[in-house]
């Protein structure tokens, strides 16, 4: 058994071929015409290191599974391999034109878009080729040194409603589970949908992001002996445990998009004792910045949408729905809460925290160092936090006792509307879980579970 295991770790490459699909002016989170430009840096920055040779890529490699994006990302992790470099990569529902699995028809190879069946043949040697194990989902089990397995799950389900998997699915998972174990083996995984809630607002605003049976399945992994999992999707950074019933701890180790801000690149060290994970960025790619910093660029574009669905909210309804769903909001939840939504975007152009203390006659909890920040601009540095997983306004700061105050006095009016909503029936709760979350999402050092309990 090898002393320790090294990796890099991306997710959500999210690759465009600006050359050959143009410019694009679709607003998103992530940077679709730069991505070229920022993986090719992230690749740099892995081949400039000799310490590590192991590469992971956790799903949704292309933009929409266009087919120039495809085969222009696997010549550039081809020269990861010439490199030296070990590469294995798990595909997702970005991966492939067709959304439903179901539906038969004959593949078209002269199609813009891939089909999902072509997938596993365009991604052989990268990780497939070299599995121990291999479900018919695309899903493998590859030996990445002498006592260390991946297990890199495939999670389409159908395609687009339903990313998890089957009752075979899970059979075979818990099966290289028991295999790994009973050869010495420690073996950890990673998926595409995140397995635990990335943040408690996650579920609640876009359940089917989440993977399918999240409430169950990490449980069932974790008393089958699967510590760890690497996930993605969601775009943001955290990490976070539960523990079972029978004292089993699970960890989801969620990484944001590699072509988002802020370029996060995990660099994972497995010993006897520990996996240590900490969070790296780019400093810079080949990209025209406008004289700005490029942490400050990739920041003012991911500040950008937001502000655009906060303009919309106000005075575009119909823009707010196509922009929001760049953070997994469903039309269905928003039309829902339309009203409140147009109310709450119209107050945010002008309201100032000191103003809203004032309205809600809590002026004096309201700290002079906040009370002239825009509510506007709070809202879009908070979701920001978020994504970054920098969620540090603690209790003690004038931010959160200014929040608090402004939402306890709200809560009796929202209340009335609540009729079970598990946001609305403790607003003030709900929001402290977004504003402050005092476990590290950048790094961590999780201890080896040696045994089963």
Not at 143 to 165: E, H, K, T
Not at 199 to 206: E, I, R
Not at 362 to 381: A, G, P, Q, T
Not at 431 to 451: G, M
């Amino acid at each position: 058994m090898s002393k320790e295991l090294k990796f890099y770790l991306v997710t959500d490459t999210h690759y465009y071929s600006l050359k050959e699909l143009g410019h694009s002016n679709h607003c998103d989170q992530k940077c679709q015409n730069e991505s070229g430009a920022i993986i090719d840096a992230a690749f740099d920055k892995f081949i400039a290191d000799d310490e590590i040779d192991i590469i992971l890529i956790a799903g949704d490699l292309t933009n929409n599974g266009e087919r120039p994006s495809h085969l222009e990302f696997i010549e550039k992790l081809r020269r990861l391999k010439d490199a030296g470099k070990r590469v294995y990569v798990i595909t997702a529902t970005h991966d492939y034109g067709l959304r439903d699995l179901n539906e038969e028809h004959t593949i078209d190879t002269n199609s813009s878009h891939v089909h999902r069946d072509e997938l596993r043949g365009f991604y052989n040697d990268f990780g497939f080729k070299d599995a121990i194990a291999e479900y018919d989902r695309l899903s493998y089990v590859a030996q990445l040194a002498p006592g260390f397995r991946l297990l890199a799950l495939n999670d389409d389900g159908n395609g687009r409603s339903y990313c998890g998997y089957d009752e075979d699915h899970l059979e075979w998972i818990l099966k290289q589970i028991k295999d790994a174990h009973e050869n010495g083996d420690y073996i950890f995984a990673m998926t595409h949908h995140p397995v635990l809630p990335p943040t408690p607002a996650y579920p609640l605003v876009s359940k089917r992001d989440m993977l399918g049976g999240y409430e169950t399945v990490p449980y069932i992994l974790a008393d089958a002996g699967l510590q760890l999992v690497f996930t993605g999707h969601s775009h943001m950074l955290n990490i976070g445990s539960i523990t079972t019933e029978k004292g089993n701890k699970f960890w989801d180790v969620n990484t944001g998009s590699l072509v988002g801000y802020p370029t996060p690149i995990r660099k994972v060290t497995i010993d006897s004792e520990n996996i240590h994970i900490t969070t790296e960025k780019l400093d810079t790619f080949d990209w025209d910045f406008g004289g700005k910093d490029p942490q400050i660029y990739l920041r003012d574009h991911f500040d950008e949408l937001l502000n655009g669905i906060f303009d919309s909210m106000a005075f575009d309804f119909e823009r707010f729905v196509s922009l929001s769903g760049g953070f997994s909001l469903e039309r269905k939840t928003a039309e829902k809460f339309r009203v409140p939504i147009k109310i709450f975007g119209k107050i945010l152009q002008k309201l100032t925290l000191g103003k809203a203390g004032r309205l809600l006659f809590v002026s004096r909890k309201i700290d002079k160092s906040v009370k002239d920040i825009l509510l506007k601009d709070l809202v879009v540095e908070l979701v920001r936090n978020i994504f970054a997983g920098n969620e540090h306004y603690s209790p003690d700061t004038p931010m959160y006792k200014a929040i608090t105050a402004l939402l306890e006095r709200l809560q009796p009016i929202v209340k009335r509307f609540a009729k079970g909503n598990e946001i609305l029936s403790d607003l003030p709760g709900f929001v402290a879980t977004l504003i402050y979350d005092e476990s590290p999402d950048i790094e961590a050092v999780i201890p080896i579970a040696k045994r089963l309990k």
